[in-house]
């Protein structure tokens, strides 16, 4: 699976009708849509789909036609998101109708197709699925531990101090984690989304 990490866009044309497709973060999908609202007042339609992984490991998605015929728009468009295999991740495509009627085919194509546009030309990076563990440790392990685990890519993501003792809270991948000999301290999953 992959995602984006930043907005890319492309525009693609169909018997003069404009479509503008956005790929961004799921992460942004409220702000974006309000400012693609927005810088867009006079577009005939702002469709999306979404997909997005829960803290269940289930995989979240929905699309809006946002006033095209059902079906037409952001379903094709949320085909293409799976079938790259697309998580976390959004896709807007804003339309200003050019005058001639697309047609529902007309449409499905063109919205998949502007989607597949926007698809080739983001940047995306693969889902890697990393583990929140807890560790009590002593004072004399805390450097060894620390060297350890930036060697390992693991990163630490807080410390508190106690008067003899320290926890750690790490995140890294479960092969990183069991190469240093952490296993079954898991306490949370969750998905790096950057």
């Keep these: 699976m992959f995602y984006v990490q930043e907005d890319f866009s492309t525009s693609y044309e169909v018997k003069k009708s404009k479509f503008i497709s956005i790929i961004t973060p799921y992460k942004n999908f409220h702000e974006k849509y309000q400012n693609l ?11 999306y789909a979404y997909r997005y992984l829960n803290e269940y490991n289930q995989i979240v998605e929905n699309s809006s036609d ?3 015929p059902k079906g037409c728009a952001g379903k094709p468009t949320l085909n293409v998101m799976q079938g790259n295999k697309i ?14 009627r697309l047609g529902t085919g007309g449409m499905v ?16 990076s693969e889902y890697i699925e990393k583990s929140t563990i807890t560790k009590e440790i002593s ?4 450097e060894i531990l620390k060297y350890k685990l930036a060697q390992n890519n693991i990163e630490i ?3 508190k101090f106690l ?3 320290i926890i750690l809270v790490i995140k890294g991948t479960k ?7 952490i296993k079954s301290l898991v306490t949370k999953c969750y998905k790096e989304t950057l």
Excluded at 37 to 47: A, L, R
Excluded at 139 to 142: A, C, G, L, V
């Design 163 to 165: 008067t003899d003792k």
């Design 87 to 100: 998580i976390n991740s959004c896709i807007f495509t804003v339309r200003y109708f050019g005058g001639t």
């Design 66 to 68: 946002d006033g095209e």
């Design 109 to 124: 194509r063109a919205y998949s197709s502007s989607a597949k546009e926007v698809m080739k030309c983001s940047t995306k």
């Design 157 to 159: 993501s807080s410390s």
């Design 37 to 47: 609202k927005n810088k867009h007042p006079k577009s005939s339609h702002i469709i």
């Design 175 to 181: 092969e990183d984690l069991e190469k240093i000999g």
């Design 139 to 142: 004072y004399k392990e805390y």
